[in-house]
């Protein structure tokens, strides 16, 4: 079974630091890997899709790599700011494989706050 | 707005009432969810539907039924509320071929269910 767990749990920061919001998995047959913010009371934005044949996307102040062969992922978030205060999930896509027919497997987010 | 539409966004249920969670999306996908999160547990699959004309259960199918009306609804029925099934519930799509230039997921916005 898919295990993404995702480091820190918690994380807060004053405004203007550079962070990183790490994501692991075990099984590295994925074939994509999907970076979601949640706002408090809120559904869930996609914010960077990464196939597994790319090594890493961009999206304004946002960066996220994926090495899948050690089941690692990393979210860059360049001069933070207040409104990027969310909560942070990361999710993993398995190849088809007939019964998990390309299920996303979820980490439990990493809550992030940005103070002024 | 092209996306995925949840109705209702809020329920108070007293245990052993009926209700269905009704979920449509406009972008032509072939795959539906749904999920439901909870404190400290994350997002767990309930049922899906990986193309039109077939669901599967998912990891908490228990308590739920599904029903995938057409290629753009899914809906998500509780039989008999439980005071357990108090979550949120998300309902999801994506596309299901490889080939596809966004092989991600849109979430909806939720629906907040409370069974007293």
Known sequence: KQEVTQIPAALSVPEGENLVLNCSFTDSAIYNLQWFRQDPGKG??????????????TSGRLNASLDKSSGRSTLYIAASQPGDSATYLCAVRLADRGSTLGRLYFGRGTQLTVWP | NAGVTQTPKFQVLKTG?????????????????WYRQDPGMGLRLIYYSASEGTTDKGEVPNGYNVSRLNKREFSLRLESAAPSQTSVYFCASSRRRRGSPNYGYTFGSGTRLTVV
């Open chain 2, 17 to 33: 009432q009926s209700m269905t969670l009704q979920c449509a999306q406009d972008m032509n996908h072939n795959s539906m969810y």
């Open chain 1, 44 to 57: 869930l934005t996609s914010l960077l899709l990464i196939q597994s044949s790319q090594r890493e996307q």
